[in-house]
């Protein structure tokens, strides 16, 4: 099974002047298209080559090959990150996903306080989650490098991608800042409900 970059869900100039166009090119048309193509190249030929994306990440991350680990994990977590991002998002949800940060995180104003924290705290490179555990309890972790939720049996809900190739061209080392922006303009709401509300992401091969 070879794996493709997938097209971003908006046009790479759609959440300018919060995210740039040119920081799309690189981020997604390079750095991302960079994991798939390596990828496909680390499993051509072997178990792993037949196998779903979310089994590759499982195994690989079990059976400690690091490479393919890394790789699949990171395309993964692109194609959920660019899920997460819409014109004319953030701010407060709505619905049942507003009840829940409620009664599971103190609300929104405390998630923010606290998604935010675990993002700007991340040393190095890395990822703050929103997330949900078999009991359907929310919180909020983060992890570094290409380590994601779904090798820890999470759920991921919601993501910001704090590798500094995510914001650098347009926040250079203002990470807080670009965070905000995030958590303010940038989330995706609806997909955040959707898969709070029993939908599993997958990404296609």
Not at 29 to 44: F, M, P, Q, S
Not at 79 to 97: A, Q, R, Y
Request: with cysteine; net charge neutral; hydrophobic share 40%.
């Amino acid at each position: 099974m070879a794996f493709t970059l997938p097209p971003l869900p908006f046009d790479k100039s759609a959440l300018e002047p919060n995210i740039s166009a040119k920081t799309f090119e690189f981020h997604h048309g390079k750095h991302h298209n960079a994991y798939v193509t390596k990828l496909n190249e680390l499993i051509a030929g072997t178990e792993f080559e037949k196998l779903s994306l979310e089994e590759i990440i499982k195994k690989s991350s079990k059976d400690s090959k690091q490479a393919i680990f890394n790789n699949a994990a990171q395309h993964w977590n692109h194609s959920f990150f660019w899920e997460c991002l819409k014109p004319n998002g953030g701010g407060k949800p709505s619905g049942d996903i507003a009840k829940k940060i409620e009664s599971d995180l103190g609300g929104y104003e405390k998630f923010a306080k606290d998604f935010k924290e675990a993002a700007i705290t991340q040393f190095g490179s890395g990822w703050a989650w929103l997330v949900t555990d078999a009991s359907g309890k929310l919180s909020i972790t983060k992890t570094a490098n290409a380590d994601l939720p779904l090798a820890h049996d999470l759920k991921a809900l919601l993501t910001v991608d704090v590798w500094e190739h995510a914001y650098y061209l347009d926040y250079q080392n203002r990470r807080p800042d670009f965070v905000q922006t995030f958590l303010d303009k940038l989330v995706n709401w609806d997909f955040v409900a959707e898969n709070y509300a029993g939908k599993t992401f997958k990404v296609a091969a």
